[in-house]
């Protein structure tokens, strides 16, 4: 699949075809990434042969029936998509007026110029322009979500991503643009359909937070543990705008996580967010940065991971405030919770600053649980196991509340509770 | 009172004794050596510093080997700033000597020289509070002296070429083992072409009351001054190394690529102290690290002032169980500077701790950066690393960077990391020039309160030296 | 001699004007005290006159002693004399308060003159204890971690230590309770002397209980609205401000 250029569909405007052949080309002549690189240290290389694997594998009417059933997530949604190894399988919407929420393949016939305004923007700076690359070249679907002026949104857009079969590639595809003083909450759920078959996913999600809005998305990826994963979020703010980002990572036996926000406007704030639980062989390799072009902007990221097993971690945040981008706020804290004697934990926060009058600050930790804690909850009657589990559990819920909507919260913890499930934690 | 007023009266008593700033050093003398490598590097360059110095077949070796890993290694600009791509191998001075011994007594220094190092006060110090002294001139030390009762005790102190051929049983075994010569493209060049530096052996369970001082002092343009260093402390030793740096103003780009190892046998300590204030148009390129045995004890207190690009990363391998290794360090960037400093932290045995405290400071538009490495391995336990980095902007033009690398391992150990930007603000100006401090003098003020608990660490001669030249710096850097 | 001010009008960096002409005389022995509701120009004024970048003078003229002082910076007016105990005094970081005050002192002294060490901490001593300071003040950041009443018996003894000819006090009674209050009052009261000028800006008439002016002067958007003798606080007191703003527009 990766050395034959994907045929773009004769339905697709031409601007998306140009864009695809260049893309392809660009996929040819990337470099991939190599021992030395700074955005690749301490990477698995290794993860990043895809040889072998294959697109739009079909599923049968059965299958997707059985998949759309299983796309459970929140309870009330006002709209809902399940794709199948990025086909459409289900929709549902009680989306108002002034929204234009469609699977992609549709959008870019029916608001080609609306989509070619926001489609993949920024460039890909954080180690993955080959994969980025890759992905614009052969995106077939996704979603396109375009909120209009002054239309706030209750209630979530959900959309499931499912691959299906063995050794199926995917690439879903997730686009939200926020009109003036408009809200909306997006999540994305990725899963596997069965618990053996080897999958890829190169995933990308591209948020763009208009002035005065608000831009919620959550991505819950969960595939089974012989997939491997990139998923790349690119989230710019203009004037006043407000968007948070939040990963969980339960699934997968290799992600990487590459999170650019651009605060484009002044006032504007972006909250990045990441709750990973790797466990057995796991790894996940995440890489941030916060990019202050704009004065009087704010941007908080908070990534934690509570390790099992032999799993392992890398982390790699760069704040970087422009020449102008005065009066800026900062932070950046990554924790890490070392729950097993075999994990590895590696973190490379980091800081460039070129303005003045701003306040920057980074932080992290690697420890394991305190003993004095376990002690406590003991003295109450509680076991050590239940101990460890619950003070791993309260270490990641500090996270999700920072998302402020009870019933996302709600399905996170979910997701996490099945990890935890599905760890042997009765070794200390 | 407290500790600050002390300095601060004494400031006045040792101020004509240790009165080193910027514009102390930027004197030169005209050249006359007998021994001139000449420009550029090649093996017959090796052969002539071989030559010259009369190494053992198994030095020549070692130079010839190094020098063929020096050429092999590319820059490690994939990382590191591109300006290192500025520095001309071909047009660098690798040896220059007048061919003296060093001297035992100030009285039979040459006259020229003698007074270099008057005018950097070192004679003063040591009469003042220094248990030993060499002072290099170019490639070479020019004087070396330690105290009597020391050397009855055993203590060796003297430059790396003695060193290897006085006593080689003991310098042999280490020399290069706590940093190969493909450590990096520099530490391989110093291998190749190094000369000078000190060799200092502490015996089992002396422990130096006072310090041993290096001083090294560049002379001539477009010289290129690579000494090394090696020092072992012996079983339950403790000894305290101070090297002071200067060069004159040039008009091109010298070098000065040190490599220094340290070693600290089982509850040994070893504090080495660099009080850096190079020229701004030295490339100062240097690799330090210590080996810390059991209970033994590495500390690294650092201050780098001047030199166009400074990278230096000093680190601690803490090989036995309890060892503990610290790097405590202040950097000042003014215009035209860059300071790429950090601090590696290696942890090899159980019940290993680490602690990094790094203040920054860029002026102007100067530019510094921190650089961190960590790492934890997997069946240890006990480890703790705690780092902290702090930098301080002092105009919009300046610039910060930070990137640490934390590898932990395992969930019996606990390490944290923590850093921060903060500037000084026009309403701290404001306060301080309401009570009539000139701008000069609040900025001062402000940037000695920021690296005030770190100046405490150095030996208080040296902080209020430390002082001085920040002063100095901040003076010239506003208005 | 005295601190004169003169038809003073100051705008904010944007433009916003603030002060609109502000004359006042301030003669040596004098205590001046100036009240006026929130954003009325009173701080600003103190602030104008100690040299703040944040503001534009575009007319007017403050003398000290006769000599005109826009043309000096900030610590040029400091060592001339002017003296401004802020009302949310700074924070300097890792710097004790010894030796702040100690480098203050020793910005006055001609180069190559030293501050004698002996009697320096005998004379800050001195006034520490009057206004009731603990020892372990003298090695503290300058007002790191202060409450507020520290901050401003801080900015008191600073006053004393360094002796100014004007001392313009910017709502040094606000976030005090009556103790503090008290002991401030004291500082500043052993500080009065007739070859010294003060000006009191204040809020609250409570302060003047404590510090009793010679003269009382109304500040209400940007002007003096109104003079008078202490009997004008206690005015102020009984009718609250809204009544000075209609006098000021009958």
């Known amino acids: ?428 | 009172m407290s500790y600050q007023d002390a300095t601060a009266t004494l400031d006045l008593e040792t101020r004509e004794a240790i009165d080193i700033d910027r514009s102390k050093g930027d004197f030169t003398f005209p050249e006359r050596n007998k021994f001139d490598a000449g420009r550029g590097l090649t093996d017959k360059t090796v052969d002539y510093i071989c030559d010259v110095k009369n190494d053992p077949d198994w030095v020549r070796e070692f130079r010839h080997k190094a020098l063929k890993v020096f050429r092999d290694k590319p820059m490690p600009t994939n990382w590191a700033t591109k300006d290192l791509e500025n520095i001309d191998f071909d047009v660098i001075r690798y040896y220059l000597s007048d061919g003296e011994k060093p001297k035992r007594s100030w009285a039979d220094v040459p006259a020229d020289v003698l007074e270099t190092f008057e005018r950097l006060g070192i004679p003063q110090q040591e009469r003042a509070f220094l248990a030993g002294v060499e002072a290099q001139f170019d490639s070479e030390a020019a004087y070396s002296n330690v105290k009597e009762e020391l050397t009855k005790q055993g203590v060796i102190f003297c430059n790396s070429t003695e060193g290897l051929k006085e006593h080689e049983a003991i310098f042999r075994p280490w020399f290069g083992k706590v940093i190969p010569t493909g450590d990096n493209k520099f530490s391989a060049l110093n291998s190749a072409v190094f000369s000078g530096g000190s060799f200092i052996y502490i015996p089992k369970g002396v422990k130096l009351k006072q310090p041993l001082q290096a001083y090294f002092r560049i002379n001539s343009e477009n010289f290129g001054q690579f000494e090394r260093t090696l020092i072992i402390a012996d079983e339950g030793s403790e000894v305290m190394y101070m090297e002071g740096c200067t060069a004159p103003k040039f008009e091109t780009a010298t070098l000065h690529s040190a490599v220094v190892e340290l070693v600290a046998l089982k509850g040994a300590k070893i504090q080495y102290v660099t009080v850096q204030n190079w020229s701004s148009n030295v490339f100062n390129l240097v690799t330090k690290r210590g080996l810390a045995m059991e209970d033994a004890e590495v500390r690294w207190i650092d201050c780098n002032i001047g030199s166009r690009l400074t990278m230096k990363y000093p680190g601690v391998i803490m090989k036995g169980e309890r060892a503990r290794g610290e790097v405590i360090s202040i950097a000042l960037a003014n215009t035209g500077q860059h300071q790429d400093t950090g601090a590696k932290m290696i942890h090899a045995a159980n019940n290993t701790t680490s602690n990094v405290v790094s203040k920054s400071i860029s002026v102007g538009e100067g530019r510094s950066t921190y650089r961190g490495q960590v790492f934890i391995p997997k069946h240890l336990k006990g480890c703790r690393n705690n780092t902290e980095c702090d930098a301080l902007l002092i105009n919009s033009n300046s610039r910060t960077d930070t990137y640490p690398a934390i590898t932990v391992k395992g969930n019996r150990h606990a390490t944290q990391h923590e850093a921060s930007v903060s500037q000084v603000s026009e309403d701290m100006l404001f306060y301080m020039q309401q009570r009539g401090l000139n701008q000069g003098q609040a900025m001062s003020l402000a940037v000695n309160g920021f690296i005030n608990d770190l100046v405490r660490e150095f030996p208080m001669e040296y902080s209020v030296e430390l002082k001085r030249l920040i002063d100095l710096e901040m003076e010239g850097s506003v208005g | 001699m005295s601190l004169h001010i003169q038809d003073l009008h100051a705008t904010l960096e944007d433009g916003t004007e603030i002060l609109k002409g502000v004359t006042l005389d301030i003669p040596q022995g004098e205590v001046h005290a100036i009240m006026g509701p929130n954003g009325s120009g009173k701080s600003t004024l103190s602030k104008v006159i100690a040299g703040n970048e944040g503001y534009v003078v575009t007319a007017g003229t403050v003398t000290l002693d006769g000599a005109e002082i826009f043309g000096m910076s900030t610590d040029e007016r400091s060592r001339a004399g002017i003296f401004l105990a802020f009302q949310y005094p700074s924070e300097v970081p890792g710097v004790s308060n010894a030796n702040f005050i100690r480098a203050a002192l020793q910005a006055r002294l001609p180069k190559g003159v030293d501050i004698d060490a002996v009697a320096y901490y005998k004379n800050l001593y001195a006034k520490m204890d009057l206004l009731e300071m603990d020892r372990k003040f003298t090695a503290r950041a300058v007002n790191e971690g202060f409450s507020g009443g520290e901050k401003k018996r801080n900015e008191i003894l600073q006053m004393m230590m360094l002796e100014p000819k004007y001392c313009i006090l910017d709502e040094t009674d606000s976030g005090l309770d009556i103790d503090a209050l008290k002991i401030v009052a004291k500082g500043v009261n052993a500080m009065r002397s007739p070859e010294r000028g003060m000006l009191l800006i204040t809020h609250y008439q409570r302060l003047l209980d404590y510090i009793k002016p010679d003269h009382v002067h109304v500040m209400a958007e940007g002007r003096i609205v109104r003079s008078g003798g202490p009997e004008l606080a206690h005015e102020l007191e009984k009718y609250g401000y809204d009544f000075l703003k209609e006098a000021a527009f009958a």
């Open chain 1, 1 to 428: 699949m990766t050395t034959t250029a994907p045929q773009t569909p004769a339905i697709f405007p031409a601007w998306f075809a140009a864009r695809q052949h260049e893309a392809w080309e660009r996929y040819l002549a990337t470099p991939a990434p190599k021992r030395g690189d700074e955005t690749w240290r301490f990477s698995n290389l290794k993860q990043l042969d895809f040889a072998g694997f294959v697109r739009g594998a079909d599923v049968s009417p059965t299958q997707a029936a059985d998949l759309i059933s299983r796309s459970s997530g929140l309870e009330n949604t006002v709209a809902k998509f399940v794709f199948v190894n990025d086909e459409l399988a289900h929709s549902e919407s009680k989306l108002p007026k002034g929204v234009i929420c469609l699977p992609l393949a549709e959008a870019l016939v029916s608001h080609s110029d609306l989509v070619a305004a926001h489609f993949m923007q920024q460039e890909t700076r954080l180690g993955s322009a080959k994969f980025a690359a890759l992905h614009e070249a052969s995106v077939s679907n996704g979603l396109f979500i375009h909120i209009g002026d002054n239309v706030e949104i209750e209630g979530t857009i959900e959309v499931h991503h499912w691959i299906s079969g063995s050794n199926v590639l995917i690439f879903p595809h997730t686009l939200v643009v926020t009109g003036k003083n408009s809200k909306v909450r997006v999540i994305d759920i990725f899963r596997s359909a069965d618990d053996i078959s080897p999958g890829v996913a190169i995933a990308f999600n591209d948020l763009s937070a208009g002035p005065n809005s608000q831009l919620d998305y959550v991505a819950i990826q969960a595939f089974n543990e012989v997939t491997r994963v990139i998923q790349i979020n690119e989230t710019s703010t203009a004037r006043d705008s407000s968007a948070k980002g939040f990963v969980l990572n339960t699934g997968a036996s290799w992600a990487r996580n590459e999170s650019l926000s651009r605060l484009e406007g002044a006032g504007s704030r972006s909250d990045m967010l990441s709750v990973s639980v790797p466990a057995r062989e796991q790894e996940y390799d995440q890489r941030t940065f916060q990019h202050h072009v704009s004065e009087g902007a704010y941007s908080d990221l908070l990534y934690k991971n509570s390790l099992y097993d032999n799993s392992k971690t890398i982390f790699s945040g760069l704040i970087f405030v422009d020449r102008n981008a005065h009066h800026t706020d900062a932070y950046q804290t990554c924790r890490n919770l070392l729950m097993s004697d075999t994990c590895e934990a590696n973190s490379m926060p980091g800081l460039e600053i070129n303005a003045d009058q701003v306040k920057c600050s980074h932080g992290s930790t690697s420890s394991q649980i305190h003993d004095e804690e376990i002690f406590y909850l003991r003295a109450r009657g509680i076991d050590p196991v239940s101990a460890r589990q619950l003070i791993a559990r309260g270490f990641s819920v500090q996270v999700v509340e920072r998302l402020g909507d009870d019933a996302t919260e709600e399905l996170i913890l979910q997701f996490i509770d099945d990890k935890f499930a599905h760890i042997d934690t009765t070794d200390p």
